[in-house]
């Protein structure tokens, strides 16, 4: 409980920081809605603040205590607000509940979300089990802490990116450790459930609310992610809270609104890549409202500049750091315009063209069928995204005149997914469009009540499946994670046994130690020097190095160009590659067979084999 503990107390403090902040832009919604504003704004600030202290050195838990108390005293005098806002959304929330428990139906989908909720509640206080969690979220933040400074690390694919997630799990790793970052993580994701269910609400009663979260929760893609410390929950909280800026904006017209548009833009944008794509998104919809509200070209291009101006204030400092390391500011993309550092045309078509291959081609036909794919057919994207993203089909059934902000969510969705069909195609990105998508079908199904009984039970029907279906995808991903979160086996005992990643050996075809790296780390962190470089090398394959507690690069031949193998001709020229990074060790998950001396090993596995600097058996594999 002491790593809950200081996720509420450091939550508490990015609450009153970001509401001090709100003041300045003299708009926010009222009670629960500035809430949350306040939290997301406060969280996006303290990421950059871990920033500038990893980019002067300065990543020690000192500082980050140091940090935390002046932010504490700067807001202080907001804590009023803060108590009062917390108020009117616990009352919001009872209020609801009272509303919606008369109807059957709405009681069994408010159950069905409770029991979700509760189970993976649960699992996050789990240690962390998931691959990219423990290779990047974590694994990224880990060499940073090492070091006490965020570098460039040129074999971590993904490194040079927007960072602010993973630069929150550096604060709770810094302080207390990886499970406490993870549930920072998880309680990003209630954020946005319960911000979604305050727009919904705030816009059709406190059914539309309960509704939204529920068809928000039929995503499928989502259960995987909520209880790991990755960063789809904040980017999707970002992401809503400027949409609902928009909608603020559509109804006042206030320039401080369109600046909120701008500031969870940029940190939409700063949180991943594909924020970009949410940014331009909104604001082809503000261009596309301001036409309809007859505007000048000298009033648009002011609003247009207000909005900008914040986004590049909040997401600018990211893509200035990618492309002072790199070269590229969106690196290792688009390297044919951008080219890139210890990356070449090669790696690119390996990663990324040849990998585009698996996908669905990018034509008219694949476009017009891809909602019902995505929904059915998981192999193609990677993941599914669930029933909600077709629940709106039964607005073809309603009248033509729609509200304005049902439009505008449309339009935003719409845009979005053209942009992620036409250049990433993967499921799980498609998360900053179904907040809408979900507020959108608890519209359609209020509205068809007194139309279309038939059409509403069914859509309620639907809903409900959808939920049962992942409360026991939910129960299947976290109970086995259930020892680890109330002790009854050690943490080696738990990734020994761990079988949520079914592993299984590629001759025999039986399953193996779920994550045999543990125990291999361990071994090699015992005998390691203190001066210790390892050079981690897979043929491409899933890899854990989270557990090594010394410094490493990986030596990816498909993933990687500072270790450029295709240029290497013999023995000295690894080993003298080798040494140039100062590598003294060499890790590997590959069955090397006969080919090492036993001298030569420093820790003898059944899977794995750390090596001294004798390269001859790493050249084999080659």
């Known amino acids: 409980m002491i790593s809950f503990s200081l996720v509420i107390v450091c939550g508490a403090v990015a609450t009153l920081l970001g509401s001090r902040l709100l003041s300045l832009f003299r708009t926010s919604p009222e009670g629960e809605g500035r809430l949350f504003y306040a939290y997301a704004l406060g969280w996006g600030v303290f990421a950059y603040l871990v920033l500038v202290l990893g980019l002067f050195g300065g990543l020690y838990p000192v500082s980050v205590i140091l940090i935390l108390t002046l932010c504490f005293l700067l807001a202080i005098g907001k804590l009023k607000t803060l108590g009062k806002d917390l108020r009117a959304f616990v009352i919001s929330l009872r209020e609801g509940a009272r509303e919606v428990l008369p109807v059957p139906l709405l009681l069994v989908t408010k159950i069905l979300v409770a029991l979700i909720l509760l189970v993976s509640f649960v699992g996050a206080f789990a240690p962390p089990t998931n691959m990219d969690a423990l290779n990047y ?10 070091t006490h400074t965020i570098v460039f690390l040129p074999t971590m694919l993904y490194s040079a990116t927007p960072f602010a997630s993973e630069l929150i799990n550096s604060l709770f790793m810094l302080i207390k450790g990886e499970v406490s ?39 499928s893609s989502f259960i995987f992610v909520f209880s790991e410390p990755k960063n789809d929950m904040l980017i999707t909280l970002f992401s809503l809270l400027a949409v609902w800026s928009l909608l603020s904006w559509n109804d006042s017209e206030k320039r ?15 949180t991943k890549l594909f924020g970009l794509g949410v940014a331009f998104s909104l604001f082809a919809v503000l261009v596309v409202l301001m036409l309809l509200k007859r505007y000048r070209l000298s009033k648009i291009s002011i609003s247009l500049s207000v909005g900008l101006a914040f986004f590049s204030l909040f997401a600018f400092p990211w893509y200035l750091k990618s492309y002072l390391w790199s070269g590229n500011p969106v690196y290792p993309f688009f390297y044919g315009f951008f080219g890139g550092a210890h990356w070449n045309g090669i790696l690119d078509y390996r990663v990324f063209q040849l990998g585009r291959e698996a996908y669905l081609p990018v034509n008219f ?75 959108i079908c608890a519209f359609i199904i209020l509205r068809l009540e007194g139309r279309s009984k038939l059409l509403k039970w069914l859509l309620m029907l639907t809903i409900m499946l959808g939920l049962g279906a992942n409360l026991l995808t939910d129960l299947k991903v976290q109970v086995p994670k259930f020892p680890g979160v109330f002790g009854t086996v050690s943490e080696q005992e738990f990734y020994r046994d761990f079988r949520e990643t079914e592993r299984r050996d590629h001759t025999s075809g039986k399953l193996v130690e779920a994550f045999p790296e543990y125990e291999f780390s361990r071994k090699a962190n015992e005998l390691l020097f203190p001066d210790s470089k390892l050079a981690v090398f897979s043929l491409d394959q899933a890899f854990y190095y989270y557990f090594f507690d010394y410094p490493y690069v990986l030596a990816l031949p498909m993933r990687q160009n ?61």
């Open 562 to 622: 500072l270790i450029d193998f295709a240029s290497l001709r013999n023995e000295e020229e690894m080993s003298k590659r080798l040494r140039e990074l100062g590598i003294t060790h060499i890790a590997t998950d590959v069955d090397l067979g006969g080919g090492i001396p036993d001298s030569s090993l420093l820790v003898t596995d059944s899977h794995f084999a750390p090596l001294l600097p004798g390269v001859n058996a790493f050249l084999s594999m080659l």
């Open 181 to 219: 970052a993870q549930l920072a993580q998880h309680l990003f994701g209630w954020a946005l459930l319960f911000a979604l269910f305050s727009l919904a609400k705030s816009r059709y009663g406190s059914k539309g609310g309960l509704l939204a979260v529920a068809g928000f929760l039929c995503l």
């Open 365 to 439: 036909i694949n476009l017009v069928i891809s909602p019902w794919l995505v929904v059915n057919s998981g192999e193609i994207f990677l993941a599914r995204t669930g029933v909600v993203f077709l629940a709106i089909l039964p607005g073809l059934f309603l009248p033509r005149k729609l509200p304005q902000e049902i439009k505008i969510l449309g339009w935003f969705s719409l845009i979005y997914y053209l942009l992620w069909f036409l250049f990433l195609r993967d499921a799980r990105y498609l998360l900053p469009i179904i907040p809408p998508i979900a507020i």
């Open 256 to 270: 401080s609104d369109l600046a909120l548009v701008g500031v969870f833009a940029g940190l939409a944008s700063g």
């Open 137 to 146: 979220h974590l694994a990224v933040p880990k060499l940073y802490l090492q």
